[in-house]
Every structure is written in structure tokens, then in C-alpha cells.
């Protein structure tokens, strides 16, 4: 599935808006279309973080296809970190 996703961020005072097509998993789509979209949003929003320097960001708003808001569902997604210690 095709989307186009809309990010406006504040990067330290600087207001800046993207969009850009992305595919998304049929499977993972057809489950649960907010979220699969916002992991997507997710990995591009850290994308551009790194391309910003790792500034300080606010996410302020993202849209998948104009219309579908998934700010806060984007916000609540955190990184997997695998803990492979052996303690």
C-alpha cells in the first residue's frame, strides 16, 4: 500500500514541513492502518533527525494521505532496544 506522509517538525525553533510517498506492509496495513503507517512516519522522522544533526526536535503534526492525523500515535512509538546481556 501506497501513502503519502505529511511531518511538520520543530527543529529548535524552526518550523519545517515534509511529505513523501511511502510503501506500507498490505498485512501489517489491513491490522491496523494507523499504526503500520506511523512506524513508517516513525523511521522517516528519525531520518530526518539524524539529517538535522540529532538537533532538538518537537513533532507538531504528521498525516498520512491529507487527512488521517497519527501525531500522538507517532509519539507513543519508542525504539526496540534488544537486550542481549548476560546478566
Known sequence: MKVIIQTIL???GNRGFRNGEFHVRDSEFKKDPDF???VVAYEWIQQQ??????????IEKVT?????DITEDVKQIRPVVKDDLPF
Open 10 to 12: 520543530n527543529v529548535e
Open 49 to 58: 533527525w539524524r539529517e538535522t544533526g540529532c538537533r532538538d526536535f518537537v
Open 64 to 68: 498520512w494521505n491529507e487527512e488521517n
Open 36 to 38: 503500520a503507517v506511523a
